[in-house]
């Protein structure tokens, strides 16, 4: 924009002229002052265009460094997002390989043990089976040998107490077996002429032989009486106050019924007890095992499984020992199978 700038001053002179003679000529001098006003116009006009255009230039670089800035910005952004992607992809491409090599690895290391436990597995079932095999030759054998034992126990029991088991052979033989032949044989015979001597004399010989029986009778019952006498004397006669408690086998059954869902339960009491009584404890004991919270049900412990896994083991070996069908060998085999692989619990509190 243009301006403009007004000065005032005043401008002293002085001076001498000398003018040429007229009438004589001479000299004279002047002085003064004279009044300046003066007007300094400045133009901006090209400086202002200049300014304007430089202004414009100015913006445009600005907008050039603002767009050339957000570019740079961009692409640094996008550097950085490919560098980040490249490292990530990179970093998780090398642990997706290394895992994928390990778990080839090890899958390849449990297929080999799996394959061993297998080849071992079938190597131990094939011991066992051997091992069964032997063990039921071996129980036959000793079985055979405890029969054998108990017949020789047999006979020496007869022999020890001979006396008594000739008497009771002969009087069944003589006394109950002869006499009803021969009387059968006299009545079919029609032998009524037999004279009254023989008949008492055969009263006679009766009368005897039961005598003879009597007094074996007797001694035998007065030894058992002098054995019990000799217990009683070992016994001590003592008298309590409280109520001792009774102590009685029963045996509570549970099993799966086949032809129907649900179990099946069973109780089984000895016949000391009359009918009210035996069905009084049957309640009781039923209802005290199916409450799982009074019995406390826990797995027998390994002393117990072990001498229940004698027995049954000795009972169907006992009844199977000479089987040589195929059915009842499968039959024992499965027995033995399903006995193994039974969970057997017992109370953890009595009734």
Request: proline share 2%; glycine share 6%.
């Amino acid at each position: 924009m243009s301006y403009h700038q007004d000065y005032h001053a005043s401008v002293p002179y002085s001076g001498s002229v000398s003018y040429p003679a007229s009438q004589s000529g001479g000299y004279t001098s002047y002085s003064g002052s004279v009044d300046v006003n003066i007007r300094i116009i400045v133009n901006t006009d090209p400086f202002d265009g200049s300014v304007n255009r430089l202004n414009t230039s100015v913006i445009a670089l600005g907008g050039s460094v603002t767009a050339m800035n957000a570019a740079q910005c961009l692409a640094i952004k996008k550097t950085a997002d490919d560098v980040s992607s490249s490292l990530i992809n990179g970093f998780f491409g090398t642990i997706s390989t290394e895992l994928s090599q390990q778990i080839q690895a090890l899958d390849s290391a449990i297929k080999a043990d799996f394959g061993l436990l297998q080849d071992q597995s079938k190597a131990v079932g094939d011991k066992k089976d051997v091992m069964n095999g032997d063990y039921n030759r071996i129980t036959s054998r000793y079985i055979k040998l405890f029969n054998d034992l108990d017949e020789e126990c047999y006979k020496r029991i007869i022999a020890l107490d001979k006396p008594s088991f000739n008497i009771s052979q002969k009087v069944l033989k003589e006394l109950i077996s002869d006499f009803s032949c021969n009387a059968a044989a006299m009545n079919l015979l029609g032998v009524d002429e037999a004279s009254s001597s023989k008949l008492c004399l055969f009263v006679s010989a009766i009368n005897r032989k039961t005598l003879d029986i009597l007094r074996t009778l007797y001694s035998y019952i007065n030894q058992e009486s002098i054995i019990q006498n000799t217990i009683n004397s070992l016994l001590f006669s003592e008298e309590i106050n409280d109520n001792v408690a009774l102590y009685l086998p029963v045996i509570w059954m549970e099993s799966d019924m086949l032809e129907s869902r649900g179990a099946d339960q069973n109780c089984y009491i000895t016949n000391s007890f009359d009918q009210q009584g035996k069905k009084m404890i049957a309640d009781e004991v039923n209802n005290y095992c199916r409450d799982k919270n009074r019995a406390g049900w826990k797995p027998a412990d390994g002393q117990e499984k072990e001498a229940l896994g004698r027995e049954f083991s000795l009972l169907a070996e006992t009844n199977f020992s000479g089987a040589q069908d195929a059915a009842q060998q499968r039959v024992y085999k499965t027995m033995m199978s399903l006995w193994q692989n039974t969970e057997i619990s017992s109370m953890e509190r009595s009734l």
